[in-house]
């Protein structure tokens, strides 16, 4: 054998690898599904001084046509304020997946109840405010939700 054909050999089987690994998996929810995100809209108010941080969760729900819930469906969840890189600073508002900080636009999969739990942990206080939308898609359906920090 040459070295060509071991090396697109080995070159082949590597895609079949990756493409096999990795990632949240899922797949994309068929046309017209429906995407729902409890709560559409949070608002929190705070006038303390001093700024502190606090976790919340908005829980997305993804189902067929015909409202049956889908499981396994890969999400794209994506929030401007949210932190994004390692050397960032001055971030808002941080997105866990599984209680691991995530990047924005980050890679979700539904449960078997067709429900992924998104967990923001956010800073309030010390006069921080701001608006932000959280932007769910998959496939060809997609859903916005709004966070609102305030100050009273």
Not at 46 to 72: C, H, M, Q, R, Y
Not at 127 to 150: N, P, R
Request: charged share 10%; glycine share 8%; proline share 3%.
């Amino acid at each position: 054998m040459t070295k060509r054909f071991i090396y697109t050999i080995f070159s082949v089987c590597l895609i079949f690898v990756f493409t096999g690994c990795g990632g949240s998996q899922g797949s994309d929810a068929p046309e017209l599904s429906v995407i729902t995100i409890i709560p559409a809209s949070l608002t929190i108010t705070d006038a303390t001084a001093t700024a502190d941080w606090e976790e919340t969760s908005f829980t997305i729900i993804v189902k067929n046509a015909d409202g049956i819930p889908l499981s396994n469906v890969r999400l794209n969840i994506s929030m401007p304020f949210a932190w994004s890189g390692l050397l960032q600073t001055g971030h808002l508002v941080e997105m866990l997946n599984n209680g691991v900080r995530t990047e924005s636009p980050m890679e979700a999969v539904t449960q078997t109840n067709g429900t992924y739990v998104l967990t923001l942990r956010y800073q309030h206080g010390g006069g921080v405010a701001f608006v932000s939308d959280i932007l769910v898609t998959t496939g060809t359906s997609s859903k916005v939700a709004t966070f609102t920090v305030a100050v009273s």
